[in-house]
């Protein structure tokens, strides 16, 4: 049997669905199959209901099973998307393609160990719990009966993972049950060493042909010279790769706390000499002091007092360190394990500590005062070198989105993911004056020729040769959707105003409910659902709002009630997937821009106006258009859809990167008048009306 082709497997993946054949599905695939078979990067925008997961899976699992270990890493930002690739598409896959390919393709879902509950940790009666008040039935009885829940749980569970546990527990419970890779024994050293979940699922992967994870894991995976999280893979397929600057900039950030000061502090009292334990608890007090003492805001310089208290943490955290390390041949059975938590966190405490302190100029720095703890924070300006050099030059990838194209092109993304070379990304600036990209486009030859070297992969100083395609949508945009944007509006203040929510009123009058409002901040959101609940109490409208119940029950309640709104802020625009007549009106108060005294967007704004570039366009116009695409694209979910998104921000119409915030979003009908919109959404809830009476007279 010859080897068969890619459009007979992408037939028989479709099929094995219950899908239909779609030009831009098979376009993606077969680009995908050469991007892997060349090795050089591809980034693919592929709008809502191409099919992109089976675009890219088919090919990659031909790809692995060509030839003996390969295997192709599968990175996704959100566990929605993991559970449905591994509890859904990829069985379905690989018994459809099995008989075609000779044997079905392993795959696994690996995270990373703090995922897992230890199983040493929860059937070990610890110091640590008990001094953290878990077990304690008169402070938090709570927290100790989840504790004791998880354990049971531990006991009929066949993957230790948090995800699988239901109902959830809180995080301060899930961190008294699961370790770090820091802080685990090792498989060798741990008496549940052969029945540990997390090894169970790291062998899993060494196993698989496919590994499908997260950006995080990958992240650190790729930033870490030293840890290897990922078993070692000869691919990558990046899903939500609109996310993956974002999330990898997490992996790299850090925070310090008086709270995880004193915690590491406290953790040492058994493990060291009183002296050293003294002096830890000592620099973990004065920071506590100075850091309350502190202004909040971006420092390009700590001040001194900060500093000098920074510098006696990291000291006594260095000594806690090498004492404990000198200990460990001392500790014995039990005590290992609270020696490496010791030992754990205070290593935490001296490398953020001796980070801050080193004042990088590729690092941001703030203290931010929030309503529960003070945090000393850092991250890295730009995470673009990192991957340029440590992934997209080691590593064939495939990057894909609805969301790609910013401002018409994916130069902006390959930017900040570092395809250009340094100066290039460094000083790259969004351009709303320049047509949209056609349907695939090529970096330009020589574009980094003048580009001086920076990173010590010799090779990776070089332009690296990116291809890009955007296969489009099968949804009729212009047909299926309106664009309102309320020209007629002031410019929007630091809060809603009257004008707004009277605008928000009539639209949700006029559509019947049906509504998924997506706001800037929750302050604006609870706003907005309280006055709706009053506004159209005489309609008899549920007005639901994120915060009041867990995300997945808000979204299950508004998809099963037609007249149910759901008004929230960031998770909802990019995690809410509602076809149906459930949702024919999109609401966005206004254009996504980062805070004003966002530290780290200004530092980075400020960067690229160093370079040449225009701040202001390349980051804050930049995330907002991003941002903005997926809020619209909660609409348009299948090509029965209908509706409205309206944009409450009049500067989307009248100001001069207007037309760079439009050239990334769904083609929709586009309109000002608001009347003409009334009308629609009535129409459309009309005729929604008609459809649900008939399938209740069906029933």
Same mark, same amino acid.
């Given at each position: ?77 959100? #566990?929605?998307?993991?559970? =449905? ?13 099995? @008989? ?25 009666? $610890? ?32 993957? $230790? ?82 996310? #993956? ?32 334990? +003294?002096?830890?608890?000592?620099? !973990? ?6 850091? *309350? ?9 700590? @001040? ?51 980070? /801050? ?23 890295? /300006?730009?995470?673009? +070198? ?9 590593? @064939? ?41 056609? !349907? ?20 990776? *100083? ?7 395609? *955007? ?44 509504? #998924? ?38 979204? +299950? ?16 625009? +990019? ?9 024919? /009106? ?9 805070? @004003? ?15 040449? $570039? ?6 804050? !116009? ?7 695409? =997926?809020?619209? $694209?909660? #609409? ?42 009334? !009308? ?20």
């Amino acid at each position: 049997m010859g080897k068969p082709a890619l459009d007979e497997l992408l037939d028989a993946a479709v099929a094995a669905v219950g899908g239909t054949p779609r030009p831009g599905q098979q376009q993606m695939a077969k680009a995908v199959a050469e991007s892997m078979a060349q090795g050089d990067p591809l980034l693919v925008e592929a709008g809502t209901g191409t099919g992109k997961s089976l675009a890219y899976l088919v090919p990659a699992i031909a790809h692995t099973l060509a030839r003996k270990e390969r295997r192709v890493v599968v990175a996704t930002a959100t #566990l929605a998307l993991q559970r =449905q690739l591994v509890a859904h598409d990829l069985p379905l896959i690989s018994g459809a393609l099995a @008989p075609l390919l000779g044997r079905a393709p392993e795959f696994a879902l690996l995270k990373g160990r703090n995922n897992y509950v230890c199983l040493n940790k929860i059937n070990s009666a $610890g110091d640590e719990e008990e001094q953290d008040g878990l077990f304690d039935p008169k402070a938090l009885s709570d927290l100790g009966r989840h504790v004791l829940r998880v354990r049971d749980w531990a006991e009929e569970t066949d993957t $230790g993972d948090r995800d699988d546990l239901a109902p959830g527990v809180p995080d301060r419970v899930w961190t008294a049950v699961s370790v770090s890779s820091r802080e685990c024994l090792g498989a060798g050293k741990c008496p549940f060493g052969t029945s540990c979940f997390a090894e169970a699922a790291r062998e899993r992967a060494r196993a698989a042909d496919l590994v499908v994870t997260n950006h995080a894991l990958l992240a650190i995976d790729t930033f870490d010279g030293e840890i290897k999280v990922l078993p070692e893979h000869d691919a990558v397929i990046i899903d939500e790769a609109h996310e #993956l600057v974002s999330r990898a900039t997490g992996a790299d950030s850090g925070e310090l706390t008086a709270g995880l000061a004193e915690r590491a502090a406290r953790r040492c009292h058994r493990q060291l000499d009183e002296a050293v334990s +003294q002096r830890l608890d000592l620099a !973990a007090a004065e920071f506590a002091v100075e850091l *309350d003492e502190a202004e909040a805001g971006r420092f390009t310089q700590l @001040p001194e007092p900060l500093a000098d208290a920074l510098t006696m943490l990291r000291d006594a955290a260095r000594e806690a360190v090498s004492a404990l390390g000198r200990n460990r041949d001392k500790s014995g059975g039990g005590d290992e394990g609270a020696r490496r938590q010791a030992q754990a966190g205070v290593e935490q405490i001296f490398e953020l500590a001796d980070r /801050l302190l080193q004042s990088s100029e590729y690092d941001v720095v703030w203290l931010d005062r929030g309503e529960r703890s003070t945090a000393l924070r850092i991250a890295p /300006l730009s995470v673009a +070198q990192q991957l340029r050099h440590r992934l997209f030059a080691r590593t @064939p990838a495939v990057l894909t989105s609805a969301t790609l194209k910013i401002g018409g092109d994916f130069d902006n993304v390959a930017g900040s993911l570092g395809l250009y070379a340094a100066e290039r990304a460094d000083r790259l600036e969004a351009r709303p004056e320049r047509a949209p990209a056609a !349907a695939t486009d090529t970096a330009p030859a020589g574009a980094d020729d003048d580009t001086t070297a920076t990173g010590s992969d010799a090779d990776a *100083d070089h332009p690296i040769p990116w291809q890009a395609l *955007d296969v489009g949508s099968p949804f009729d945009y212009p047909k299926q959707g309106i664009l309102y944007t309320a020209k007629h509006l002031s410019a929007p203040g630091r809060e809603l105003g009257e004008e707004q929510l009277s605008e928000i009123a009539e639209l949700i009058a006029a559509a019947g409910g049906r509504t #998924l409002g997506l706001f800037s901040s929750m302050r604006a959101a609870d706003l907005a659902a309280r006055e709706m609940r009053g506004r159209l109490d005489y309609l008899g409208l549920p007005v639901l709002c994120q915060g009041e119940d867990s995300l997945p029950q808000l979204i +299950q309640r508004f998809a099963e009630d037609p007249k149910a709104c759901l008004f929230g802020t960031l998770s909802l625009w +990019q995690g809410v997937n509602v076809p149906g007549s459930s949702c024919q /009106l999109v609401i966005i108060d206004r254009i996504p821009f980062p805070r @004003p005294d966002d530290p780290l967007a200004t530092a980075r704004q400020e960067a690229v106006a160093r370079n040449g $570039g225009n701040g202001f366009m390349a980051v804050a !116009a930049s995330h907002a258009a991003l941002l903005l695409a =997926q809020g619209a $694209g909660r #609409l348009i979910r299948s090509s029965a859809d209908r509706g409205v998104v309206a944009v409450l921000d009049s500067r989307l119409a009248t100001a001069r990167y207007g037309s760079f915030l439009r050239a990334g979003l769904p083609d929709f009908w586009p309109t000002s008048d608001s009347e003409t919109v009334y !009308a629609a959404l009535r129409r459309l809830d009309e005729a929604a009306k008609d459809r649900e009476k008939k399938e209740e007279e069906k029933e």
